[in-house]
């Protein structure tokens, strides 16, 4: 019985390490199967998901749904560290180790508080082990819990910056995209400012966002969980815009060089398929995103904006083939994570997170950058 329960002690330990191991200092996307981060996030996903679709649809859902990400970390974290001390406690309580000041017959919780006290390296003295093995075990657990911690507390700024970064270019589209963002008003209102020639720059921006967004979210997939600040905006809004808008110049919008355009499509898309494999979300049905009626009406207000249009008698069909290599993911990874997918055309844009405030209204003419750049004297 002494023999089993050192052989489960010195598995909770290896556990730990190597779980720690795999999810903080490999670079790498781990690919085995049995992982206990991946069982921890199902179940307290499928869980606070069902805490939350109890929740009337609105701002108390996302806040709930927003606070998972940070707090399913803390308790990642926490139950490795309540491991480490139960196996090294369990360890000394199964090899009968001595420890001076526990009384004639120490129990478990005897020797869980002097694995607690030896890993957070308190050394209150009260507990000492007597033997050479029970002393050469708690040297190892007190300098092993120092540098775990350490490790722990260095993972959390590496973690923020990647959230930040990918923060920058959502926050961006708000006044490009509109909010919530879409394909549609983001050419609309590059072909009204006479800005369509000039989107080189601007894909290859995104092109860099989508790689730094697959990698930063297969090296810490808890990333995924992180929501943006504001309800109408996520990740995978911004990624599914980059997608149908890429889409549009490649098939419907006429330009001169659409290289840049397949460029960004292609890191967009492996971005969606890698975080979908990832996540384990299944393809989903995208449904009617853009019906013949709407594709009709975007094809106009394109034509209004002075946009030039492609003349292939085929057009619609050929978005909607490309379209089903990207939607399905898109779909699947909403699905998971509870977020909206953005539609492609909006008839009646809402107003853009930077033009809404509680205290003031803006002068006519500032607060639509969807409008004619005859308004350009109001800046």
């Known amino acids: 019985m002494h023999l ?5 002690a010195l598995g909770m330990i290896a556990l730990v390490l190597v779980e720690g191991f795999e999810t903080i200092l490999s670079p790498r996307r781990v690919m085995h199967r049995f992982r206990y981060a991946r069982f921890y996030y199902l ?12 929740i009337p649809a609105g701002k108390k859902r996302q806040t709930m749904l927003s606070i998972f990400g940070p707090a399913s970390l803390l308790g990642l974290f926490a139950t490795w560290v309540i491991g480490l001390i139960f196996g090294f406690a369990l360890f000394l309580y199964c090899s009968k180790s001595q420890i001076h000041g526990g009384g004639t017959a ?3 919780l005897t020797y869980l508080y002097l694995s607690g006290t030896t890993f957070f390296t308190l050394g209150y003295g009260d507990l000492t082990p007597v033997h050479a093995l029970g002393k050469a075990l708690s040297v190892f657990e007190a300098g092993l819990g120092f540098a775990f911690l350490a490790v722990l507390i260095s993972y959390l700024p590496v973690l923020y910056q990647a959230f930040s970064t990918r923060e920058v270019t959502i926050s961006l589209l708000d006044a490009r995209a509109g909010s919530p963002p879409s394909a549609c008003e983001i050419l609309l209102r590059l072909g009204r400012s006479r800005k369509i020639d000039g989107t080189e720059s601007i894909l ?30 996520s990740w995978l809004a911004a990624l599914a815009t980059i997608l149908d808008t890429t889409a549009l110049l490649l098939v419907v919008v006429r330009q001169e060089d659409t290289y840049q355009a397949q460029l960004t499509f292609a890191m967009a898309r492996h971005a969606a398929v890698d975080l979908g494999l990832v996540l384990r979300s299944n393809p989903g049905r995208a449904g009617e995103r853009l019906s013949s009626e709407r594709f009709a009406k975007m094809r106009e207000k394109f034509h209004e904006a002075g946009l030039l249009l492609r003349g292939d008698p085929d057009m619609e069909a050929r978005l909607t083939k490309l ?23 909006v008839e009646t844009p809402t107003a853009d997170n930077w033009q809404r405030s509680a205290w003031m209204e803006l002068p006519p003419g500032i607060g639509n950058l969807s409008s004619p750049m005859e308004d350009e004297e109001h800046f």
């Open 4 to 8: 089993v329960g050192i052989i489960i």
């Open 106 to 108: 120490p129990t478990l």
């Open 204 to 233: 290859r921006d995104w092109e860099i966002w989508a790689a730094e967004l697959l990698e930063s979210h297969l090296s810490f997939p808890v990333l995924s969980y992180y929501r943006s600040q504001h309800d109408n905006q």
């Open 323 to 345: 379209r089903g290599t990207y939607e399905p993911f898109l779909v699947g990874l909403s699905e998971r994570l509870m977020f909206t997918v953005p539609a492609i055309f």
């Open 43 to 54: 179940g307290t996903w499928r869980l606070w998901r069902l805490i939350c679709c109890r």
